[in-house]
């Protein structure tokens, strides 16, 4: 059987990091070697080696189940702090774009403080900069 979307709850699609949602649920327990093999000991030993094959692939679907999971909730909280990132990097350019306007208009204007004006931009620039990419 599998489960799709109403396993879970319809107000949040991420499972909770302690819900396991099995993928797959495998129903072996039809399964009568008699039909292929006949009956006996040498049946009896095929089929449990069947339902020990099928136990460790019912588990292995399971553990890739939890896997995609939890790579799941990791890309969006990666996507996320991207997200962030990026605003904080726009939030930066607009600010480095104000500080280039200004440089402009000081040089335009012939002054001994525009000299001191430049240098105190600058090294704030570079401040700004450093602290920007802790």
Do not use: W
Not at 8 to 30: G, M
Not at 44 to 68: C, N, P, Q, S, T
Not at 93 to 117: A, F, W
């Amino acid at each position: 059987m599998i489960l799709g979307r109403s396993a879970r709850n319809k107000k949040n699609d991420d499972p909770t990091p302690d819900e396991h949602i099995p993928l797959v649920r495998l129903d072996h327990s039809r399964f009568d070697p008699s039909q292929y093999l006949g009956s006996g000991p040498k049946a009896d030993v095929v089929a449990a080696r069947k339902e020990e094959v099928l136990d460790d692939m019912e588990a292995a679907v399971d553990r890739l189940g939890f896997i995609a999971h939890t790579i799941r909730s990791e890309v969006k909280e990666q996507d996320g702090m991207l997200d962030t990132l990026g605003d904080e990097v726009d939030d930066g350019s607009e600010g480095m774009g104000k500080v280039m306007k200004q440089i402009t208009r000081l040089l335009g204007t012939p002054d001994r403080g525009r000299l001191y004006c430049i240098l105190i931009l600058i090294v704030v620039n570079v401040v700004l900069l450093i602290i920007l990419t802790l």
